[in-house]
C-alpha cells in the first residue's frame, strides 16, 4: 500500500518559517505502528492522519477529494508517541482538504472532541485557517510542580512575571504556563532534555507554554517538547488556545472583562523559523479560537 504523505509549514506563509507538519490525506487501514513509523521518519513535531468519517460522501477513499464528505477523524503522532490534539497539523491538514476540494467549513474529530476548523481564502490567495478548540479548563498547579519544572529549565522564581502566575491549561491538550519577566530569559532556552520529558509524562503535559508579554495583546512565546521527542515545538496552536483561556481566566487579554479579545503570539523567531498565530476571545463563548496560515512544501 502507498500512503501519500504531504508536508506543510503552518502558520506561515514562508516555506522557512513556522512550524513544519505532515498530513495524510487518506490513512485508512493504517495501524497505530505505522502511523507512528510515518511520523517518526517524517520527523516533525507532529503528523495528522486523516479517514473519512463513515457517513462520506463518493470519495470515501480519498477525503480530500472533490464531493467528499467534509467531517474527517483526524490522528496526531509525533515521533514518539500519539497527542490527543495538535492545533499546527489541524491548521496544515485544512489547508490540504481546501486545497483539493475548496474553502469552507470542516468538522475534525480528534481524540481531544470535535474541533471545527473554517478555511478562507484571503485577497493574497493565502489560505487561512480557524480552528475552535473543545471547552478548555485552567487550574492551579499542585504544591512543588512550578518549583520543579522552574528546576528542570535552570529558571528561578525570580525569573517570572509576578502579573501572570503559573497554571495548568487545557484546549484540547494539557501544558503548563510559565510567564517570563523579561525577553531575555525566554530567549536563553536550554533544559535538561529527559528530565523534563519525565516530569511532563508523569503530569500527561504535552508541551510548557512559556511567554513573554510585549504588550497587552501581544505575546513572545516558545514550547518545549521533550515528550514528542522534539526539543522545541516552532508554533504551537494547541498552546495557543490553551493560553488563549488561561489568560481569559486571569482576566488578562487586554480587553474589558467579559468582552472578547485578539491576540497575537510570536513564537519560532529564537530558532530562526517565525510563525504568528492569532488567539480570539468570543464574549459569551468558553471556546477558543486559533488561525493561522500554511504553505504546502515540496515532497
Known amino acids: 500500500m502507498t500512503t501519500t504523505v504531504l508536508r506543510y509549514a503552518a502558520f506561515t506563509t514562508d516555506p522557512d518559517g513556522g512550524n513544519k507538519a505532515g498530513v495524510v490525506p487518506d490513512a485508512t487501514g493504517l495501524t497505530d505502528e505505522q502511523m507512528l513509523a510515518i511520523a517518526a521518519e517524517l ?7 486523516l479517514t473519512a468519517e463513515p457517513a462520506a460522501g463518493p470519495s470515501a477513499t480519498d477525503p ?13 503522532f509525533a515521533p514518539t508517541l500519539e497527542v490527543p490534539f495538535c492545533g499546527h497539523a489541524t491548521v496544515a491538514a485544512a489547508v490540504a482538504v481546501a486545497e483539493a476540494s475548496g474553502p469552507g467549513e470542516l468538522r475534525f474529530e480528534t481524540r481531544a472532541g470535535s474541533v471545527p476548523v473554517t478555511v478562507t481564502a484571503g485577497p493574497d490567495g493565502v489560505l ?13 498547579p499542585e504544591d512543588g510542580d512550578v518549583d520543579r519544572a522552574l528546576a528542570l529549565l535552570g529558571w528561578s522564581a525570580d525569573d517570572l512575571d509576578p502579573a501572570l502566575p503559573p497554571r495548568y491549561a487545557y484546549a484540547g491538550a494539557r501544558h503548563l504556563v510559565l510567564a517570563a519577566r523579561t525577553r531575555e530569559r525566554l530567549a536563553a532556552l536550554a533544559y535538561d532534555f529527559d528530565a523534563l520529558a519525565a516530569f ?9 507554554q512559556l511567554v513573554w508579554r510585549a504588550s497587552a495583546a501581544v505575546f513572545h512565546v516558545r514550547d518545549p517538547f521533550p515528550v514528542g521527542g522534539v526539543v522545541e515545538d516552532p508554533a504551537t496552536g494547541a498552546a495557543a488556545a490553551a493560553f488563549g483561556a488561561y489568560l481569559r481566566d486571569l482576566g488578562e487579554t487586554g480587553a474589558a472583562p467579559g468582552a ?3 491576540l497575537t503570539l510570536h513564537q519560532g523567531e529564537d530558532l530562526g523559523s517565525p510563525g504568528l498565530l492569532r488567539v480570539t476571545l468570543r464574549a459569551g463563548d468558553p471556546r477558543v479560537r486559533v488561525t493561522g496560515a500554511a504553505v504546502r512544501l515540496p515532497d
Open 128 to 140: 487561512r485557517a480557524t480552528l475552535t478548540s473543545v471547552e478548555p479548563r485552567v487550574w492551579t
Open 43 to 49: 520527523g516533525y513535531s507532529e503528523t495528522a492522519f
Open 200 to 208: 511532563m509524562t508523569e503530569r500527561e503535559l504535552i508541551t510548557l
Open 64 to 76: 480530500t477529494a472533490a464531493g467528499a464528505d467534509r467531517a474527517f477523524r483526524v490522528r496526531y
Open 260 to 262: 472578547g479579545a485578539e
